[in-house]
């Protein structure tokens, strides 16, 4: 495939319009082309075959279709499914089907590497290679979604922006991705089935306040105060939870979209009483309506580990005696590395 040519699922449709009148096809040939790349997911011109062998050759001399592609899948005990893409210039990224009964959710990645460096996450030692395009984050969902129809006879319901990299560090293409995923060319699926996680990067947030997004969000806080939070995620020390506190307040009274505060436990870090009750402090100041207790997922490169059954447990009734609305989820997919802060590529993690 010759990338030096123009990608042509990055043309918009006026271009791409322009293109056909030049070339002199009907109207409803651009139709045609439209459905392949978005609903029917062709991944060569040669695929489209109520197209002319004449069109389809002077599509492919005039454009590129460069797509991910499944490189390798593991199978959980659990019924979870990990795939690592290949994308067309050789980087690996990796997607997870996460089934539950009443759920199929597709745990997508928005880059290659991260460059937040979050000290319990595996993507965060990894470099940043780039950012995913919004056709490349669309071909994740789609091949999550056959997964999901093929295993277990499914549509994906759901969609989490909770895979390798900060979502709102590439802005644009996630954007532009979940506009195509809901729109009736693309996967018709709601937005409010779709959620986007940030490490917190406050402008941000405050951006898809004034963008007036219809998805949900979700806050990676994992620690309740702002000097064991800069331990864990150097982030912080340029967002700190004031400000994070701001910004969810102002996405919230720009959307009044749903709002999750996500907390991983680390023992003897932050899974003490008093990390709960300054936790509780903070879920009275944003109007979030879950908080989300996450059980560890161990990693080579942390120090910590997971708290033992007894303090989770004490935690909780500490946020439920205050009347917060917290779960408890338990993480799946760790028997194959696709669990929570687990996805990291492992032979792309330098030594």
Known sequence: MNTQLPNIRHLSAEELGAWFEKAGEKKFRLKQVEEWLWQKHAHSFEAMTNLSK???????????????????TQYSADGTVKSRFKTYDDHLVEGV?????????ACVSSQI???????FCATGYMDRKRNLGFDEIYDQVVLINQQSEKVYEQKLTNIVFMGMGEPLLNYSNVMKAIEKISSEDGLFMS?????????????????????????????????ANDEKRNQIMPINESNNIKVLIEALNYFYKQTGNEITLEYILFKDLNDGEKDAEELVKIYRQVPADLVNIIE????????????????????????????????????????????????????????
């Open 54 to 72: 004449e069109l389809r050759n002077r599509l492919s001399s005039s454009f590129s279709l460069p797509a991910l592609r499944v490189d390798a």
């Open 97 to 105: 089907l996460i089934p539950t009964e009443d759920r199929k959710t």
């Open 113 to 119: 590497g991260c460059s937040l460096s979050c000290k």
């Open 191 to 223: 937005p409010k089935r779709i959620t986007v996680s940030t490490a917190g990067v406050a402008k941000q947030i405050k951006k898809l306040g004034d963008d007036k997004v219809r998805f949900k969000l979700a806050l990676s806080l994992h620690a």
């Open 296 to 351: 560890y997922n161990p990693i080579d490169a942390f120090k910590f580990t997971k708290p033992d059954e007894d303090s989770i447990q004490h935690f909780m009734q500490v946020l439920e005696s205050n009347r917060v609305n917290a779960r408890l989820r338990r993480s799946r997919g760790k028997d194959i590395d696709a669990a929570c802060g687990q996805l990291a590529n492992k032979e792309s993690i330098p030594a």
